[in-house]
């Protein structure tokens, strides 16, 4: 999580106004307090615990239909979210109508090529079952013609350990960032 948030900071410094689709507990909110975030989850419960964290703004909202003007934000990003969301496209239409021109997108996904995803699939109700997009190809393809793009793979986990890697075989995501054409 810090090392996420690390990354997310140096993504997103100077941003003005910053969209979280999916924010769950405000886990991102409460780490990088000096940005300006509005998060936005379609569970009560999730923006309950996120407004008891912190005083930003949370909205209870579907990633496909956003309650916001077009142009109005100059960042937005998801993380582990885009990957379970049924209709992805949808949410990434969204996302390019409320950023504005030039405005930055970080999709922080699961890497279901990595060990780690594939020790915790391997769990009996495990979380990561319910991804519903395992191509992240596929989501680079359609992200692609709206942004210049660039792609890695970040955050090595092995066991206990956490390192720095972009071999796909053990990072345990793939970030896709991109700035609105
Ligand atoms: C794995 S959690 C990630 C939470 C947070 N981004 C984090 O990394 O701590 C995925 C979140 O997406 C939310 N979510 C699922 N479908 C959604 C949708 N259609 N629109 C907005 N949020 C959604 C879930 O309620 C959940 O809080």
């Given at each position: 999580m810090?090392?996420?948030?690390?990354?997310?900071?140096?993504?997103?410094?100077?941003?003005?106004?910053?969209?979280?689709?999916?924010?769950?507990?405000?886990?991102?909110?409460?780490?990088?307090?000096?940005?300006?975030?509005?998060?936005?989850?379609?569970?009560e419960e999730m923006i309950k615990a996120a407004r008891a964290r912190t005083t930003n703004t949370y909205c209870l909202a579907d990633a496909k239909q956003l309650p916001f003007l077009n142009a109005s934000f100059d960042a937005l990003f998801f993380v582990t979210c885009l990957e379970f969301?049924?209709?992805?496209?949808?949410?990434?239409d969204e996302?390019?109508?409320?950023?504005?021109?030039?405005?930055?997108?970080?999709?922080?996904?699961?890497?279901?090529?990595?060990?780690?995803?594939?020790?915790h699939y391997s769990k009996e109700g495990s979380y990561?079952?319910?991804m519903k997009h395992k191509n992240l190809g596929e989501m680079v393809d359609?992200?692609?013609?709206r942004f210049n793009l660039q792609t890695h793979y970040f955050l090595g986990v092995d066991g206990e350990k956490i390192f720095d890697t972009e071999d796909k075989e053990y990072a345990s995501l793939f970030i896709i960032k991109g700035i609105k054409k």
């Open positions: 810090t090392k996420e948030a690390d990354d997310l900071r140096k993504e997103l410094v100077g941003k003005r106004k910053i969209l979280d689709v999916g924010c769950g507990i405000g886990t991102f909110e409460q780490r990088l307090p000096e940005l300006n975030i509005i998060g936005v989850d379609t569970d969301l049924e209709d992805y496209k949808a949410a990434i996302a390019v109508r409320v950023l504005e021109p030039e405005g930055k997108l970080v999709v922080m996904a699961l890497n279901p090529e990595s060990e780690y995803f594939k020790i990561f079952r319910r359609y992200i692609e013609p």
